[in-house]
């Protein structure tokens, strides 16, 4: 089983900043990718940004230039430096990881989720 824990959220003034951590742990093959997804009240849940191994960082447009996702791959870890935050990112922020099994020869993943974590811009 894999377990993800994240950190970091909160209160935060408009054009402030936060950083969200997630680390997952458990037994398990290896992750193929990690990322963020978030959730505002009455709306769907949707993609902020992700990494997959040997790839570049995947941003949602609301995000690009203001977020920026890291991974540390020995560490298992994913994080999120969210800058110049405004009101309309407030949401309960998911971290998701991709993670490979063996199904017969092939290499497959299992999505898992974090808990999540809310994130509030408001002055």
């Known amino acids: 089983q894999v377990q993800l824990l994240e950190s970091g959220g909160g209160l935060v003034q408009p054009g402030g900043s936060l950083r969200l951590s997630c680390a997952a742990s458990?037994?398990?093959?290896?992750?193929?990718?990690m990322g963020w997804y978030r959730q505002a009240p009455g709306k769907q849940r949707e993609l902020v940004a992700r990494?997959?191994?040997?790839?570049?960082?995947n941003y949602a447009d609301s995000g690009k230039g203001r977020f920026t996702i890291s991974r540390d791959n020995a560490k298992n870890t994913v994080s999120l430096e969210m800058n110049s935050l405004k009101p309309e990112d407030t949401a309960v922020y998911y971290c998701n990881a991709a993670v490979l099994y063996h199904s017969g020869s092939v290499l497959r993943t299992n999505d898992y989720w974090g808990q999540g974590t809310q994130v509030t811009v408001s002055s």
């Open positions: 458990g037994s398990f093959l290896g992750i193929n990718a």
């Open positions: 990494l997959i191994n040997g790839g570049s960082a």
